[in-house]
């Protein structure tokens, strides 16, 4: 029996959708959108998320080496936002976690396991400075020391608790002055200079305030101490 005109025409097209059909069961994923491609002519648009960056831990724009913790350190903005403290894709220390103050805001990580040791703020405009001492001088060996500034970060600094952050690594804590924004990683006998520290006093951007730091990187884990 041969097929009139219409139903020819009928039967190929329902050829041609089976073959699709097939195509797409078997090959799936880019080629059937090829064969969708090929059929169509329409080329697929990539959507919002497919263009944005990728973002790794604690929004670094490119993942850290193994046994590296991922940092990002935000200085408080004049003294209306607080300052913000990120390990590891953890918020040490925010406002939001309620835990910020005006001064110098603390986290210690342990620098082998990159476990949080603590957290603290001094308050560097009306508190004791011995608080402060207090709490760097017993520093274990190898313990990683998350800085971030908030307000006023210099008013009560002495000489010994300058000398303190020396030890730790900074190079800025000597001419850290009224209301200078200040971001600092550094850790309790380490034979350097600290490479993460950034100070800013000149900016003016907020009615005598500078403007809020951002830093972030990758630091190595230490190998265990012996004994």
Same mark, same amino acid.
């Given at each position: 029996?041969? #097929?009139?005109?219409?139903?020819?025409?009928?039967?190929?097209?329902?050829?041609?959708?089976?073959?699709?059909? #097939?195509? =797409?069961?078997?090959?799936?994923?880019?080629?059937?959108?090829?064969?969708?491609?090929?059929?169509?002519?329409?080329?697929?648009?990539?959507?919002?998320?497919?263009?944005?960056?990728?973002?790794?831990?604690?929004? #670094?724009?490119?993942?850290?080496?193994?046994?590296?913790?991922?940092?990002?350190?935000?200085?408080?903005?004049?003294?209306?936002?607080?300052?913000?403290?990120?390990?590891?894709?953890?918020?040490?220390?925010?406002?939001?976690? =309620?835990?910020?103050?005006?001064?110098?805001?603390?986290?210690?990580?342990?620098?082998?396991?990159?476990?949080?040791?603590?957290?603290?703020?001094?308050?560097?405009?009306?508190?004791?400075?011995?608080?402060?001492?207090?709490?760097?001088?017993? #520093?274990?060996?190898?313990?990683?020391?998350?800085?971030?500034?908030?307000? /006023?970060?210099?008013?009560?600094?002495? /000489?010994?608790?300058?000398?303190?952050?020396?030890?730790?690594?900074?190079?800025?804590?000597?001419?850290?002055?009224?209301?200078?924004?200040?971001?600092?990683?550094?850790?309790?006998?380490?034979?350097?200079?600290?490479?993460?520290?950034?100070?800013?006093?000149?900016?003016?951007?907020?009615?005598?305030?500078?403007?809020?730091?951002?830093?972030?990187?990758?630091?190595?884990?230490?190998?265990?101490?012996?004994?």
């Amino acid at each position: 029996m041969r #097929l009139t005109g219409p139903l020819r025409a009928v039967a190929v097209l329902l050829l041609v959708g089976l073959t699709w059909l #097939l195509a =797409n069961s078997l090959f799936g994923g880019e080629s059937g959108s090829s064969m969708r491609h090929f059929f169509t002519g329409a080329s697929e648009k990539p959507t919002a998320a497919d263009t944005r960056p990728r973002k790794y831990k604690c929004g #670094l724009s490119a993942p850290c080496p193994a046994k590296h913790l991922a940092f990002r350190l935000v200085s408080g903005a004049a003294n209306v936002i607080g300052p913000k403290i990120c390990v590891e894709d953890k918020m040490l220390v925010s406002s939001v976690k =309620n835990n910020v103050g005006r001064g110098l805001n603390i986290a210690l990580v342990n620098g082998v396991t990159g476990e949080l040791l603590d957290t603290k703020s001094f308050d560097m405009w009306a508190g004791d400075i011995s608080d402060l001492l207090k709490y760097l001088r017993p #520093l274990h060996e190898g313990t990683l020391v998350f800085v971030a500034s908030f307000d /006023d970060a210099a008013t009560k600094m002495n /000489d010994e608790s300058r000398r303190l952050f020396e030890e730790l690594g900074s190079t800025a804590v000597k001419e850290l002055a009224f209301r200078d924004s200040w971001v600092f990683v550094g850790a309790k006998g380490i034979e350097n200079k600290s490479p993460f520290e950034q100070n800013t006093k000149s900016s003016n951007k907020y009615e005598g305030w500078p403007e809020s730091l951002e830093m972030d990187g990758c630091i190595p884990l230490r190998p265990p101490l012996e004994g």
